[in-house]
C-alpha cells in the first residue's frame, strides 16, 4: 500500500505535458537567453519572451511586467523589501496580515530589524481579514499592504477586491501573494488595482524552482533588487534565465486556465466526497476551519480533531495518505499553527489540526479511500488516549 498524496497545496504533481515539454527544451541546445549575439542565444530569447506573454495574457498584464523568480518565496521578498527599500525616503510603515505565509511575515520581521514599521492585522474567526480592519492600518507612512488571496492552511480566500479598491484610494500599493490561487481563479489585473502579485509554479502542476512576481507599471514603480549581478529581468532579478523552468511554468498555466472550470468542479466534488466519507465514518466532531467564511477555495480543507494531537495523527498515517500537519515543530516543540491562532481557535482544536489539499489527479474513489484510511487513524488514536 503507498500513501495517497493529499498534501498537494504544499506541491503538485508535475503535468505529463509540462514534463514533455520541458525535456523537448533541454534536449533543444538552447544558449543562454541573454546572449542575443547568436541564434542560440536568440533562440533561447524568443521562446522567454513568447512564454512570458503567455503568462501575461493570463492575468491581463503587460509582458514586461512579469519579473521571474525562483517561486513564491522570493517574489513575496522582492514585493515587501524591493517596495520598502526603493520607497524608504517616502514612508516606512507596512501592513501585513496576520495569516501570511512565512515568506511575507518573515520578510516583515527583517525590514522591522531595518526599521521599519509593520502593522499585522488579525482575521476574524472564520479566518477572512476585515477590509476595514486594514483601512483602520493605514497611516500617512504607509507604502504597502500585503494580504493573500487564498490562505495556504485553511483555504479561506479573502476579500482582495476590496482590499485592492481601499488600497487604490489611499495611495498606498498593494501585494498580493496569489501562490494558492493562481491557475485555480482567474486573476485579471486589468479589472483589479493590485500592483504587485505573486505566483510559483510547481502549485498549479509545474517545476519546482520558478515563479515570478507580477509588477504592475513596471516603468513607474521603483523597487531595489535583492541581489545584484547584471540587467536580466531589468535589473530588478540578476542571473541566467532558467529557460525549461520557464517553459514548464508557461505551459502549467495554459493548462490550468484551459481546464479551470473543470478542475474546479471535480476538485469540489472530490473534497466534498472526502467530507463526507469522513463525517460518516469517523469522528462526527470533525471541525472545517473557515467554514463559515464567505469565500473558500475547494484545494484546500483546514480540519481539527478536537482533543486529537496532529502529530499523533499524522505518524498513525504514516504511509497511508499524506496530508500536512497544522503545527509545526520549532526547536522541538510543536508550535501550533499561528493561523488558528490568530483566528482565536481553543487548545483542543488547535492541537489536532491538520491539512488535507486537492488536485485535479485526484479521484471520487482516492478520496474515499483517503477519508476511510484517516477515520481509521482518528479512532485509533482516540482508542489508545482513551485507555491510556
Ligand atoms: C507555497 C507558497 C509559497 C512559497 O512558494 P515557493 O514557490 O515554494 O517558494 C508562498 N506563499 C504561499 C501562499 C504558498 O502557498
Known amino acids: 500500500m503507498s500513501a495517497l498524496y493529499f498534501d498537494s497545496a504544499s506541491t503538485t504533481p508535475v503535468d505529463a505535458d509540462v514534463v514533455a515539454e520541458m525535456i523537448d527544451a533541454l534536449r533543444a541546445g538552447l544558449g543562454n537567453p541573454s546572449a542575443t549575439g547568436h541564434s542560440y542565444g536568440r533562440a533561447a530569447a524568443q521562446r522567454v519572451e513568447s512564454c512570458r506573454r503567455q503568462i501575461a495574457d493570463e492575468f491581463g ?14 517574489a513575496d521578498n522582492l514585493a515587501l523589501a524591493g517596495v520598502a527599500h526603493a520607497h524608504a ?41 476585515a477590509p476595514a480592519a486594514i483601512a483602520a492600518a493605514i497611516r500617512p507612512d504607509t507604502l504597502l499592504i500585503s494580504l493573500m488571496h487564498t490562505n495556504n492552511e485553511i483555504g479561506v480566500i479573502q476579500p482582495i477586491e476590496a482590499v485592492a479598491e481601499l488600497a487604490a484610494e489611499a495611495g498606498v500599493l498593494f501585494h498580493v501573494d496569489a501562490a494558492q ?19 510559483s509554479a510547481h502549485k498549479l502542476h509545474g517545476p519546482q524552482g520558478i515563479g515570478c512576481l507580477i509588477l504592475r507599471n513596471r516603468r513607474l514603480l521603483k523597487l531595489a533588487p535583492l541581489m545584484q549581478g547584471g540587467a536580466h529581468e531589468y535589473g530588478l532579478r540578476p542571473g541566467t534565465l532558467p529557460v525549461h523552468q520557464i517553459i514548464g511554468f508557461a505551459s502549467a498555466l495554459r493548462k490550468a486556465a484551459r481546464q ?13 466526497r472526502l467530507l463526507d466519507t469522513l463525517s460518516v465514518e469517523a469522528d462526527p466532531d470533525v471541525v472545517v476551519q473557515g467554514a463559515a467564511a464567505p469565500q473558500r477555495s475547494p484545494y484546500i480543507l483546514g480540519l481539527s480533531f478536537p ?38 481557535v481553543d487548545d483542543p482544536l488547535l492541537y489536532g489540526a491538520v491539512r488535507v489539499s486537492f488536485d485535479r489527479t485526484h479521484s471520487i474513489e482516492q478520496a474515499e479511500e483517503a477519508a476511510r484510511r484517516i477515520a481509521a487513524a482518528v479512532r485509533i488514536r482516540q482508542l489508545m488516549q482513551e485507555s491510556g
Open 61 to 74: 498584464c503587460e509582458p514586461d511586467e512579469v519579473i521571474f523568480t525562483s517561486g513564491a518565496t522570493e
Open 307 to 344: 482533543g486529537l494531537s496532529s502529530d499523533a495523527l499524522i505518524n498513525q498515517l504514516d504511509g497511508q495518505v499524506a496530508i500536512a500537519s497544522g503545527s509545526a515543530c520549532s526547536s522541538g516543540a510543536l508550535e501550533p499553527s499561528y493561523v488558528l491562532r490568530a483566528m482565536g
Open 181 to 199: 490561487a493562481v491557475g485555480k481563479f482567474e486573476i485579471d489585473l486589468g479589472a483589479l488595482p493590485i500592483d504587485l502579485l505573486t505566483a
Open 89 to 129: 525616503d517616502k514612508g516606512r510603515h507596512l501592513i501585513v496580515s496576520a495569516i501570511e505565509h512565512r515568506a511575507v511575515l518573515a520578510c516583515a520581521e527583517q525590514l522591522e530589524r531595518d526599521g521599519f514599521a509593520v502593522t499585522r492585522v488579525k482575521p476574524d474567526a472564520n479566518g477572512v481579514v
Open 260 to 272: 479551470r472550470a473543470h478542475d474546479l468542479a471535480q476538485v469540489t466534488a472530490v473534497r466534498a
